[in-house]
């Protein structure tokens, strides 16, 4: 599978570094360009180093590999590997505005041909950052090429950061010669990024945790019928958690099946792959990755187990946030009823003295006047004004009601939601258009 262009640059701001290494000297090149690079690919250094490490970065985790795709094809031509099988492994390096393929890893592929072994895989790993004070995720890739007859080692490392703590760890490595088996294991690498990297995920899994527990605690010493400790805002944080918790359990299983893939071709040594390799070295190879996978096995059950406890104290804030929600509307439910008692006898009060009240005011009006001499009410002739006046105010006030429930059952009618959107799309559109 060829890489997307989006995992290369134009041109280099950091150099894809060159390291070669004899039995007691190192040679470091930077390249910028391609005729740098193919040029110290065919140095005299070519004819008597050992081991030559091709170290390659990013500018941050979310940039493109600082190689173009010309310099990466020169280094697979010149070797002899093939495209098709290692052509994948930089595509997860390119840039990107949003964190996606977070749990997705190039698994551990081994090719074999003749006297020669290819090995790459990615793994991603938990790193502190020091400047913003949290735990973020990282990806290392790394392909090995080792040609058994000639005893000669290529390993290509593919960096998150110019200083990453593989890269230094390497060139720590190869500066020293206090190893007795150094310039005999050519699996030197592998043991350098697992030992780099993967001690981490104890101390991440643990941060996580803390913070885990502070909202458990919480969650736990709450009661219905009393002011909450917690709210919708830590539902959230332990939705968030949960997410964190459910995706360590998928990277560390990958990084697993990588080292069962390195170890069943350590054990393979019976079969004349790995001849150039010492049974001594082979021995503590595969006993070192036997302690990462068992140390990974460990890590991943801690975080399942944790992921379940996140899962079930998300559940129990949400029914308790729910049962909560129902105990207020309870309480206003029952304070609404009171209200309608009372509204209800006020209501009832007000009909009882209306008519009373209503007399008093008609007959108390000047269009009424008392005939002392026979005791007789007489009435004006210009009583029609009152009658006219009261009516048509009636008729108004009943008929701005109406109109006003009308308009709220068109408001609140489905058909009328639909029309309203449609119309605002075609208003959108329109503006869209001029």
């Not at 609404?336 to 008093?360: C, H, W």
Request: proline residues 4%.
């Amino acid at each position: 599978m060829a890489s997307p262009p989006e995992c290369y640059v134009t041109q280099l701001t950091k150099p894809v570094q060159l390291h070669y290494k004899c039995e007691k000297n190192r040679w470091s090149y930077d390249c910028y360009t391609g005729d740098e690079l193919r040029s110290r690919l065919t140095d005299n250094h070519d004819e008597d180093y050992h081991c030559l490490l091709i170290s390659i970065c990013q500018r941050n985790s979310w940039q493109p590999l600082q190689i173009t795709k010309k310099m990466l094809d020169c280094i697979f031509s010149q070797y002899g590997i093939d495209p098709a099988i290692f052509g994948e492994l930089p595509s997860l390096f390119y840039r990107r505005n949003l964190a996606v393929e977070e749990a997705f890893c190039i698994p551990y592929t081994q090719w074999i041909r003749g006297t020669c072994i290819a090995i790459s895989y990615t793994i991603r790993y938990p790193e502190f950052k020091e400047s913003s004070k949290e735990w973020i995720i990282r990806q290392t890739g790394l392909l090995h090429h080792l040609d058994v007859s000639t005893q000669k080692t290529l390993y290509l490392l593919f960096n998150p950061m110019s200083d990453s703590k593989a890269h230094e760890s390497a060139m720590r490595f190869m500066d020293s010669d206090s190893d007795p088996s150094h310039g005999q294991n050519p699996f030197w690498l592998h043991e350098t990024v697992f030992s780099a990297y993967l001690p981490a995920w104890r101390q991440y899994i643990a941060a996580y945790e803390r913070e885990f527990l502070k909202l458990r605690n919480l969650t736990f010493s709450t009661f219905i019928d009393k002011p909450l400790p917690v709210g919708y805002d830590n539902l959230s944080a332990l939705a968030s958690l949960e997410n964190r918790f459910l995706q360590m359990p998928i990277l560390l299983a990958q990084e697993i099946e990588t080292l069962e893939g390195l170890h069943s071709l350590l054990n393979a040594e019976s079969n004349g792959k790995l001849a150039c390799v010492t049974e001594e070295v082979l021995e503590q190879l595969s006993s070192l990755l036997e302690w990462h996978i068992n140390r990974l096995g460990s890590y991943n059950r801690s975080a399942e187990y944790i992921h379940q406890r996140t899962q079930s104290t998300t559940q129990l804030l949400a029914s308790t946030l729910s049962l909560r929600d129902q105990v207020v509307a309870k309480d206003q439910t029952t304070s609404m009823l009171r209200l309608n008692k009372s509204v209800v006898f006020i209501t009832i009060l007000t009909l009882f003295y209306l008519p009373a009240s209503f007399l008093s005011s008609f007959f108390g009006m000047s269009f009424f006047s008392l005939n002392e001499e026979n005791g007789q009410f007489i009435a004006s002739e210009m009583i029609w004004i009152y009658i006219v006046s009261a009516t048509a105010l009636t008729a108004g006030t009943l008929l701005l009601y109406n109109n006003l429930l009308k308009r709220d059952e068109k408001l609140s009618s489905p058909d009328s939601t639909t029309d309203q959107s449609i119309s605002n799309r075609w208003e959108i559109r329109g503006a869209l258009k001029v």
